[in-house]
């Protein structure tokens, strides 16, 4: 193999590559004298040293490099090897310094950006601040350390950094090649090469952040760690003017490339969307309810009891005791929106095809919303409460998306408008009753002895809307999601006490009831 290196770091590689078993053809040294330290371990590692020369071509074929070009004070010359070992000098390790807002600046003795003006309670030693040498790290170990202690509050003591050898540290900075033939290459994992950075300064991308946006160097997995310091080096000399003129890129955290799955952790599988559960899911679990999938919804299918043969003989018991007695259903997973403002009847009348703002206090209307190109986007009720309050329902699925045409349409399209809306579906509750004893259930749990007749409560009424499609006047009742458990019992206590037949009803009993009533889905 052959070693090219442009400082006394690289006779340590070579002892170590010796130590490894590796046989070295050839030392390459930038400089035009190299040191005692270099021309060492090039005469342990029985290697030609050849001083003051460069690199500028490896010959080799797909399968791997064959040899090395050297261009030296003598000429070109080639030396056969499999390995062609480049080291161009040490870089900081300046990240976290840089993620609490510190600067770099530019340090000429070691060629290389190093910490500026560190935050209060941070401080930078050895390597981190330009410092390789083993007898300089440990002198700043023991200064930074004592000075940690101090402002903890605690007196440090004198003590006389550990006994270690200076170390030979010159080195001569290279940025590039010059006199190579093919293409120069500076940012080896994304393929940017000099005359990449020679046109971005053409084409006036000579800042940092811009050059590296447009040659997308130092965009890879090392973020720069490579390639950074010599592309900058490299634009001052294009620009004429110093390496710290050129700035540096932002440093963003993580430090290591982290794979996405890590970000992810345990989002996947069914993990990926949190289920959402039903107020009343555990009744139903108990009950043995088989549940399906509505959006990121569990729903109760049906209530299979012992001795039926498919789902078709459940939902077919189910819809036979609704349309006989009474039956009730959690319908909470669907969406529901307030609304409220001055404005709010003219807003709800430009998201659906129908006229809303006419709707009378205590009323409801069902509603057809459209996208802004006038296609189908959901449907479901609006029922004014007040003056200036709506609440709207959407579809099981649709909720999200509905909120967020809304919020757009505010934002965007009608900022002029006063009103306000959230989603409240997790907030409030919703249970069906339906059948020809529907009401007689209603009234046992509605506190008060409160009238829900025909009469008290006509059709399409807001506190008891005759929305469903059961067959018989229904009634859906509506509560805050705490106290849909005790809505619950007191249907269940009220059908039991009242009703010859009851049942909880589900969504398969639901499409049954639509299919006679010839309601159609789409």
């Known amino acids: 193999m052959t070693v090219f290196a442009t400082g006394d770091e690289a006779a ?30 090039a005469e342990c590692a029985g290697a030609s040293l050849h001083q003051g020369s460069c690199v500028i071509r490896a010959e080799g074929t797909k399968r791997g490099v064959t040899a090395a070009s050297i261009l030296g004070p003598s000429g070109r010359s080639t030396i056969a090897c499999d390995l062609i070992a480049m080291s161009g000098g040490w870089n900081p390790t300046i990240h ?59 007196a440090a003591r004198p003590m006389p950094a550990p006994r270690a050898e200076p170390e030979p540290s010159s080195h001569a900075p290279q940025w590039r090649v010059r006199g190579a033939r093919g293409k120069c290459f500076i940012d080896f994992q994304n393929d940017v090469t000099d005359r990449d950075l020679a046109l971005a300064e053409r084409e006036g991308f000579r800042r940092a952040e811009h050059m590296k946006r447009y040659t997308t160097l130092g965009m890879a997995t090392d973020q720069g760690k490579t390639a950074n310091v010599t592309a900058l080096a490299l634009m001052a000399e294009l620009t004429g003017r110093p390496i710290e003129s050129a700035g540096t890129t932002t440093f963003r955290p993580p430090f290591t490339p982290v794979a996405i799955g890590a970000f992810a952790g345990h989002a996947r599988g069914r993990h990926f969307r949190p289920t959402r559960l039903a107020p009343t899911h555990a009744w139903s679990h108990a009950a043995g309810a088989v549940f399906v999938e509505a959006g990121a919804w569990l729903r109760a299918q049906d209530y299979p009891r012992a001795g039926e043969r498919g789902w078709l003989e459940s939902a077919s018991r189910e819809a036979a005791n609704v349309r006989s007695a009474v039956g009730f259903c959690d319908v909470s997973t669907l969406g529901k929106i307030d609304v409220q403002g001055r404005d709010a009847g003219t807003f709800l009348d430009r998201l659906y ?16 919303m459209l996208r802004e190109d006038s296609i189908v986007l959901d449907d479901g009720t609006v029922a004014r409460l007040g003056e200036e309050r709506w609440f709207v329902t959407t579809t099981t699925a649709n909720a999200a998306r509905v909120l967020q045409h809304m919020e757009y349409c505010h934002a965007m399209l009608w900022p002029e408008l006063d009103v306000q809306f959230c989603s409240v579906t997790d907030q409030w509750a919703q249970v069906a009753l339906a059948g020809p004893r529907s009401r007689d259930v209603l009234e046992r749990i509605v506190a008060g002895g409160a009238d829900v007749s025909d009469q008290a409560l006509p059709y399409l009424a807001v506190r008891a809307a005759r929305l469903g499609p059961g067959g ?4 859906s009742s509506g509560s805050p999601s705490p106290a849909s458990a005790a809505m619950r019992s007191a249907c269940r206590r009220a059908m039991e006490t009242g009703s010859p037949r009851r049942s909880p009803s589900t969504a398969r009993r639901s499409a049954s009831c639509r299919t006679e009533q010839r309601h159609s889905r789409s």
Not at 33 to 41: D, F, T, W
């Open 12 to 41: 340590r590689t070579i002892d170590d590559l010796i130590y490894a078993g590796a046989t070295i053809a050839a030392v390459v040294d930038l400089r035009p004298q190299s040191s005692e330290v270099m021309r060492h371990a």
């Open 96 to 154: 976290l310094a840089s993620h609490t807002g510190c600067q770099p600046v530019w340090s000429p003795p070691v060629s290389a950006f190093v910490p500026g003006e560190l935050p209060v309670g941070m401080h930078a030693a050895g390597a981190a601040s330009g410092r390789w040498s083993l007898d300089l790290c440990l002198a700043d170990g023991i200064a930074a350390g004592s000075a940690a202690a101090e402002a903890a509050g605690y």
């Open 353 to 368: 095809a129908n006229t809303i703002s006419s709707l009378p206090v205590g009323r409801v209307r069902y509603g057809l």
């Open 472 to 475: 018989f006047p229904p009634a």
